[in-house]
C-alpha cells in the first residue's frame, strides 16, 4: 500500500510539470532537425546499442520511422536512455518528444499523469524467469523466493498484488534497469526475475546457457506497450499515432521497404494509393508532406518487417506474432482506415 501511494504521489507531481506542457512539438522537432526520442537504457531487441555502439532494436526502429515521416531522414534521431523512474520526468520537462521504451498504458498513467498514450505496438504479459536448478515449475512455488524487480514499473505492482492475491510471500531486490536484473539475476541475487514476457525472452537470449533458464508458464498481468507523448499537443499525437499506424498499414496492405516506391508509383487499390500519398493529401491533415508515411515505411520496413528484423522466430529473441500478429491472422494489430 505504501508503495502504490508513493507512486501516485510521484504522478501527481509528474503530472504539474505536464500542466506546461505547450503545442508545437512538431515546430520544436523541425527547428532542431532531430528527434528526441526516449528509450530503455538497453534491452536487446527493443533498444540496445550494438557492438558499433548503434542504437538498434524494435524500439529504435520505430522512432527512425517517425524521424523519417517528419525530418525526411531516418538518422535524424538522438536517442535517451531512460530507466523506468526517470522516463516520465524526461518526457513531461521536454527533454525528450516521445517515449518508445516498454512502456504499459495504464489508467493512472494515462489520466493523472497526463500522459497521451498511442497505440499499442506490443501486445505483453508480465511473466517470471528462474534457473532450471531451483526446480519450480510454477510462479505459485516461489514462496519465500527474493525476486528481482525493476522500480516505478507495473511490474513491481502486478508482482505484489500477485503474490497478495496467492497468499505468498517473496522478498523484493529492487534494481533501476534491465542490465542491472540481468547482473544480480546471474550473481544468484534474487531467486527469479520479474518484467514483461518478452524482456525476459530478450534478457535470456544475451546468458551464455539460455537453456539452463526457464520462463515460468504464468502470465499475471496485461502489458500493452507502446509509445507515450505529453498531454496538450493533439498535432504531434496525431503525427505518431498515425505513423504507427501506416507501419501496421503496410503489413495489411503488402508494402514493404523494398516496394514501397514502386507501389507509390503505381498503387494496386486506392487504399494504398492515399497512404503512401499518390491519391489526395492526407500529410497536410498532419502538417506534413505528402511521402511523409512512403519515408516511414522505407525506413525499416513495415511493422511485420521490423518486429521480425528484431524479436521474431529468426532472431536470438525468437518470440511468436502471437497477439501481435495482424487481426486478419488472429492477432490485434489493427489500422484505422486512411480516408
Given at each position: 500500500?505504501?508503495?502504490?501511494?508513493?507512486?501516485?504521489?510521484?504522478?501527481?507531481?509528474?503530472?504539474?510539470?505536464?500542466?506546461?506542457?505547450?503545442?508545437?512539438t512538431?515546430?520544436?522537432?523541425?527547428?532542431r532537425?532531430?528527434?528526441h526520442?526516449?528509450?530503455?537504457?538497453?534491452?536487446?531487441?527493443?533498444?540496445?546499442?550494438?557492438?558499433n555502439?548503434?542504437?538498434?532494436?524494435?524500439?529504435?526502429?520505430?522512432?527512425?520511422s517517425?524521424?523519417?515521416?517528419?525530418?525526411?531522414?531516418?538518422?535524424?534521431?538522438?536517442?535517451?536512455?531512460?530507466?523506468?523512474?526517470?522516463?516520465?520526468?524526461?518526457?513531461?520537462?521536454?527533454?525528450?518528444?516521445?517515449?518508445?521504451?516498454?512502456?504499459?498504458?495504464?489508467?493512472?498513467?494515462?489520466?493523472d499523469?497526463?500522459?497521451?498514450?498511442?497505440h499499442?505496438?506490443?501486445?505483453?504479459?508480465q511473466?517470471?524467469?528462474?534457473?532450471?536448478?531451483?526446480?519450480?515449475?510454477?510462479?505459485?512455488?516461489?514462496?519465500g523466493?527474493?525476486?528481482?524487480?525493476?522500480?516505478?514499473t507495473?511490474?513491481?505492482?502486478?508482482?505484489?498484488?500477485?503474490?497478495?492475491?496467492?497468499?505468498?510471500?517473496?522478498?523484493?531486490?529492487p534494481?533501476?534497469?534491465?542490465?542491472?536484473?540481468?547482473?544480480?539475476?546471474?550473481?544468484d541475487?534474487?531467486?527469479?526475475?520479474?518484467?514483461?514476457?518478452?524482456?525476459?525472452?530478450?534478457?535470456?537470449?544475451?546468458?551464455?546457457?539460455?537453456?539452463d533458464?526457464?520462463?515460468?508458464?504464468?502470465?499475471?498481468?496485461?502489458?500493452?506497450?507502446?509509445?507515450?507523448?505529453?498531454?496538450?499537443?493533439?498535432?504531434?499525437?496525431?503525427?505518431?499515432?498515425?505513423?504507427?499506424?501506416?507501419?501496421?498499414?503496410?503489413?495489411?496492405?503488402?508494402?514493404?521497404?523494398?516496394?514501397?516506391?514502386?507501389?507509390a508509383?503505381?498503387?494496386?487499390n486506392?487504399?494504398?494509393?492515399?497512404?503512401?500519398?499518390?491519391?489526395?493529401?492526407?500529410?497536410?491533415?498532419?502538417?506534413?508532406?505528402?511521402?511523409?508515411?512512403?519515408?516511414?515505411?522505407?525506413?525499416?520496413?513495415?511493422?511485420?518487417?521490423?518486429?521480425?528484423s528484431?524479436?521474431?522466430?529468426?532472431?536470438?529473441?525468437?518470440?511468436?506474432?502471437?497477439?501481435?500478429?495482424?487481426?486478419?491472422n488472429?492477432?490485434?494489430?489493427?489500422?484505422p482506415?486512411f480516408?
Amino acid at each position: 500500500m505504501f508503495k502504490r501511494a508513493s507512486f501516485v504521489a510521484a504522478a501527481v507531481a509528474v503530472a504539474g510539470i505536464a500542466s506546461g506542457a505547450q503545442a508545437a512539438t512538431l515546430d520544436d522537432v523541425k527547428a532542431r532537425g532531430i528527434l528526441h526520442c526516449i528509450v530503455n537504457t538497453g534491452l536487446p531487441g527493443f533498444s540496445y546499442t550494438d557492438a558499433n555502439g548503434k542504437w538498434a532494436g524494435f524500439d529504435a526502429d520505430m522512432c527512425r520511422s517517425v524521424a523519417a515521416a517528419v525530418l525526411g531522414d531516418p538518422e535524424k534521431v538522438k536517442f535517451i536512455p531512460a530507466t523506468g523512474k526517470t522516463r516520465f520526468t524526461l518526457l513531461n520537462s521536454k527533454e525528450g518528444d516521445v517515449i518508445f521504451r516498454n512502456t504499459t498504458w495504464t489508467f493512472v498513467r494515462d489520466v493523472d499523469v497526463k500522459l497521451t498514450f498511442i497505440h499499442p505496438t506490443y501486445y505483453d504479459g508480465q511473466g517470471f524467469i528462474i534457473r532450471k536448478s531451483k526446480g519450480v515449475k510454477s510462479a505459485k512455488e516461489l514462496d519465500g523466493a527474493t525476486v528481482c524487480i525493476q522500480t516505478g514499473t507495473t511490474t513491481e505492482l502486478n508482482l505484489a498484488d500477485y503474490f497478495r492475491a496467492n497468499k505468498i510471500k517473496y522478498t523484493p531486490v529492487p534494481i533501476e534497469d534491465s542490465s542491472e536484473a540481468r547482473k544480480n539475476y546471474l550473481a544468484d541475487r534474487c531467486d527469479a526475475y520479474t518484467t514483461d514476457a518478452s524482456g525476459l525472452a530478450a534478457t535470456r537470449a544475451t546468458f551464455e546457457k539460455p537453456s539452463d533458464h526457464v520462463i515460468l508458464p504464468e502470465i499475471i498481468s496485461k502489458e500493452p506497450l507502446g509509445p507515450v507523448v505529453r498531454h496538450g499537443d493533439n498535432q504531434w499525437e496525431d503525427i505518431v499515432r498515425w505513423a504507427v499506424f501506416a507501419l501496421i498499414q503496410a503489413e495489411e496492405s503488402g508494402v514493404t521497404a523494398a516496394n514501397a516506391d514502386e507501389m507509390a508509383k503505381t498503387p494496386p487499390n486506392p487504399d494504398v494509393a492515399r497512404l503512401l500519398g499518390a491519391e489526395g493529401d492526407l500529410g497536410a491533415m498532419l502538417g506534413l508532406d505528402k511521402a511523409w508515411a512512403l519515408r516511414a515505411i522505407k525506413a525499416h520496413g513495415n511493422y511485420g518487417e521490423i518486429f521480425e528484423s528484431n524479436l521474431g522466430t529468426k532472431t536470438p529473441i525468437g518470440l511468436e506474432r502471437g497477439l501481435n500478429a495482424q487481426y486478419t491472422n488472429g492477432g490485434l494489430q489493427y489500422a484505422p482506415p486512411f480516408r
